[in-house]
């Protein structure tokens, strides 16, 4: 490549704006969009009605963000939908088909503990940057790569997977048969393998193997089937001989929820390498990418996932606790975790020689909503005046207590390299 990415971050005031973060960053061929609330940006407040008046203001939102950077609502790959209360997910999806009427990009859907200013409804974007963030257009007008397979379950309002550039996004996973369409019976082991298999059967109904999974979020309704999940998730990842050889395991966030769709206890959502990437993607930025997985012992090391996995143009970095040196919950309240998990954030991009600077997408994951301001101060703290996209819920409770838990997103301008 001539020209190192940069991160280019992006507001417009057709939408709301923050002081703490930016409505879009770009970086490489993706556009990571901030959560958007209900909130009105004429008069700041969140709109009048119910859900389906909130999920119409989120999506007016995502709209004038979108249109403000040159591109349109068939350019969102994925969209991950938050809700108070599962049961206003029909209201939401009558909404969601009159803003794409054909195209439906992968999609998310949960309910969690609670949404900031006590929302019913929250709404994030991945929008396509086909352009690219160098000075010099990287590909020209990429084309996005729709699929569903009749082997693993269809939603009328979700994409299995779409693929842009060099990645695979996948439609969160329930634990659904494919030929039913409908929760199959067992505890949450059997839900989380179920999930997997349809994330596999999505995989290869587009040619590619479990291994080029780079990052997975998982959704459990109680964080005590974390034992059964984990020794369910062992079983599918590494998943071929050569990642077993090196014990390659995704990037991954556990966010505990209050509710998922049929009310099922486990979801599971992946984003996958895509190595060949869309066309009309030059040949030699195309073919031989690989996986770069890095852990550092300056910061705490998982088991089940791998602290930040890079492919092509971005780090996936796994969700980060308070832990101190220790390997126990830090001392404190949330603006003390929240600086410790920034600080292993911090640790581990530095550690494959990144800056905070390089970051485009920050998850935040509260116990407690009432945590917000704490957070948000040591969060301010942090990043100065570099203002990532970020997304903030509660989730009433997180892994071993913690009150903040975080993940990110973060640019690799040199990309991945072929194989040697």
């Keep these: 490549m001539t020209d190192p990415n940069v991160v280019v971050a992006r507001n417009t005031e057709k939408a709301p704006v923050s002081d703490l973060y930016s409505q879009t960053v770009a970086f490489s061929h993706y556009n990571n969009l901030s959560a958007q609330l209900p909130i009105d940006p004429a008069t700041g407040t969140i709109v009048a009605g119910g859900a389906a008046e909130q999920a119409e203001q989120c999506l007016k939102n995502i709209q004038a963000i979108v249109e403000s950077i040159g591109h349109d609502m068939n350019d969102i790959i994925r969209l991950s939908v938050y809700l108070a209360d599962i049961m206003d997910l029909n209201a939401v999806e009558k909404v969601q088909a009159s803003f794409f009427p054909t195209y439906q990009p992968a999609r998310t859907v949960v309910a969690v503990d609670a949404l900031p200013q006590d929302a019913l409804v929250f709404i994030e974007a991945l929008v396509d940057n086909g352009e690219g963030t160098q000075s010099v257009p990287q590909a020209g007008d990429l084309v996005k790569l729709t699929n569903n397979t009749h082997a693993a379950p269809y939603d009328a309002l979700s994409t299995q997977t779409v693929a842009f550039s060099h990645y695979n996004n996948i439609t969160m996973q329930l634990p659904l048969c494919p030929k039913s369409g409908r929760p199959i019976l067992g505890d949450a082991a059997a839900q989380t393998a179920q999930c997997l298999k349809n994330v596999k059967a999505i995989l290869e109904s587009v040619d590619v193997p479990l291994d080029d999974v780079v990052k997975v979020t998982i959704f459990v309704k109680d964080l005590a089937d974390m034992e059964a999940v984990d020794e369910v998730y062992k079983a599918f990842f590494p998943d071929s001989g050569i990642a077993r050889a090196v014990n390659y395991l995704p990037a991954r966030t556990v ?50 996932s791998t602290q930040t996995v890079a492919f092509s143009h971005y780090n996936n970095i796994s969700a980060q606790l308070p832990f101190g040196a220790d390997g126990k919950l830090i001392a404190g309240g949330a603006a003390e975790q929240t600086a410790q998990c920034l600080a292993h954030v911090k640790t581990i991009i530095e550690s494959v020689d990144h800056v905070v600077e390089d970051i485009v997408k920050v998850n935040v994951f509260l116990a407690d909503m009432a945590d917000l301001d704490a957070m948000n101060g040591a969060y301010a703290a942090f990043f100065g005046d570099h203002k990532p996209a970020r997304k903030v819920v509660g989730c009433g409770k997180l892994p071993f207590g913690a009150r903040v838990m975080i993940d990110a997103i973060a640019g690799n301008w040199e990309g991945t390299p072929p194989v040697a």
């Excluded at 998922?260 to 190595?275: K, T």
């Design 255 to 304: 966010v505990p929820v209050n509710d998922l769709p049929f009310h099922c206890d486990v979801a599971v959502e992946a984003v996958v390498s895509h190595g060949d990437g869309t066309p009309p993607q030059a040949i030699e930025d195309r073919h031989g990418l690989i996986i770069e997985a890095n852990n550092t012992d300056a910061a705490p090391k998982c088991p089940f």
